[in-house]
């Protein structure tokens, strides 16, 4: 199970970051994908990164987010700046293997007001 963390209140205009630890083998072998749900909606992709390092975002964040990810430490980082009330959600990672969701973690929520 990938299990995020470091997630908190921030202001508009803040930022945090998250991160997500992952078994080396699934970190080296397939892409890792953070997500977040919202109050009230369905759960939305948010940003990708491959093994090879190409990275992906949806169109609401990009510019503002960054996804990294550290092999040394089997961990994957989301940055976000710029944060604003609209990103509040509880964020997610995950990864697919053989097209198929790894089981859910319980996600760190992110509260973005003043």
């Known amino acids: 199970q990938l299990q995020a963390s470091g997630g908190g209140l921030v202001q508009p205009g803040g930022s945090l970051r998250l991160s997500c630890s992952a078994s080396?083998?699934?970190?080296?072998?397939?892409?890792m994908l953070w997500y977040r749900q919202a109050p009230g909606k369905s759960r939305e992709w948010v940003a990708s990164?491959?093994?090879?390092?190409?990275?992906d975002y949806v169109a609401s964040v990009k510019g503002r987010f960054t996804i990294s990810g550290d092999n040394t430490k089997n961990t994957m980082y989301l940055q976000m700046n710029s944060l604003k009330p609209e990103d509040t959600a509880v964020y997610y990672c995950?990864?697919?293997?053989?097209?198929?969701?790894?089981?859910w973690g319980q996600g760190t929520l992110v509260t973005v007001s003043s």
């Open positions: 080396g083998s699934i970190f080296r072998l397939y892409p």
């Open positions: 990164i491959t093994s090879g390092g190409d990275t």
């Open positions: 995950n990864t697919r293997v053989n097209g198929r969701f790894q089981p």
